[in-house]
């Protein structure tokens, strides 16, 4: 069983900045795929961002341009640096990882105000 635990979530103004660490229990060399969805009431859950195996990366045209995914391979960790938060960017933000199977996160959230 993998243990994905997310982190880093929080409240902070319009156009601030904030990183959202991920980390798993396993080694995340044998994950295919990371990433990072949100979901906040009343909205369709949202693929925010993923980051393979080999370091491509993809990105919602939402956020693209203000958030980058990135890992660290010796800390078995996926990060998602957000700047320039808007109030649209509330949200709980759940991480995943996909091996044999998709393993998830309990969530973190993250509010911006305006």
């Known amino acids: 069983q993998v243990q994905v635990v997310e982190s880093g979530g929080g409240l902070v103004q319009t156009g601030g900045s904030l990183r959202l660490s991920c980390a798993t229990s396993?080694?995340?060399?044998?994950?295919?795929?990371m990433g990072w969805y949100r979901q906040s009431p009343g909205k369709q859950r949202e693929l925010v961002a993923t980051?393979?195996?080999?370091?491509?990366?993809t990105y919602a045209g939402s956020v693209k341009g203000r958030f980058t995914i990135s890992r660290d391979n010796a800390k078995n960790t996926v990060y998602l640096q957000m700047n320039g938060l808007k109030p649209e960017d509330t949200a709980v933000y759940y991480c995943y990882v996909l091996g044999l199977r998709t393993y998830w996160g309990q969530g973190t959230q993250v509010t911006v105000s305006s």
């Open positions: 396993g080694s995340i060399l044998s994950f295919a795929v």
């Open positions: 980051i393979t195996s080999k370091g491509d990366t």
